[in-house]
């Protein structure tokens, strides 16, 4: 079984910038893919980014792409999401997934969740 814990969340305003930061446990392989995914209040839990192993390319959806950036610590098996001019409509619950092969936005092949943070973004 394989632990991941996402942690940088919290409250920020439109145009800032936060980090979050998802760790997987040890037994985490380094080839795994990882993906950010996000829940609003009364919303479809929805895809927003997502790595594979290192020399492919991230992918972001059509809403993070070109504010968010995806960036990955193989050491210390963590990945980061960067995200810059924050918008309201950011404030979801963002939930961490680790797939043993490349899923992308599907989330039903992710094979680890965290448990989630929380993002609140004001206008």
């Known amino acids: 079984q394989v632990q991941v814990v996402e942690s940088g969340g919290g409250l920020a305003r439109a145009g800032d910038s936060l980090r979050l930061s998802c760790t997987a446990s040890?037994?985490?392989?380094?080839?795994?893919?990882m993906g950010w995914f996000r829940q609003a209040p009364g919303q479809e839990r929805e895809f927003v980014a997502a790595?594979?192993?290192?020399?492919?390319?991230?992918l972001f959806s059509d809403s993070a792409e070109g504010r968010f950036t995806i960036s990955r610590d193989y050491a210390k098996k963590t990945m980061y999401l960067q995200m810059d001019r924050l918008k309201p409509e950011d404030t979801a619950v963002y939930h961490c997934?680790?797939?043993?092969?490349?899923?992308?936005?599907?989330?039903?092949?992710?094979?680890?969740w965290g448990q989630g943070i929380k993002v609140t973004v004001s206008s």
């Open positions: 040890e037994r985490a392989d380094t080839s795994y893919a």
């Open positions: 790595t594979a192993w290192d020399g492919e390319p991230n």
């Open positions: 997934a680790v797939s043993v092969y490349w899923s992308g936005s599907y989330s039903p092949g992710y094979d680890y």
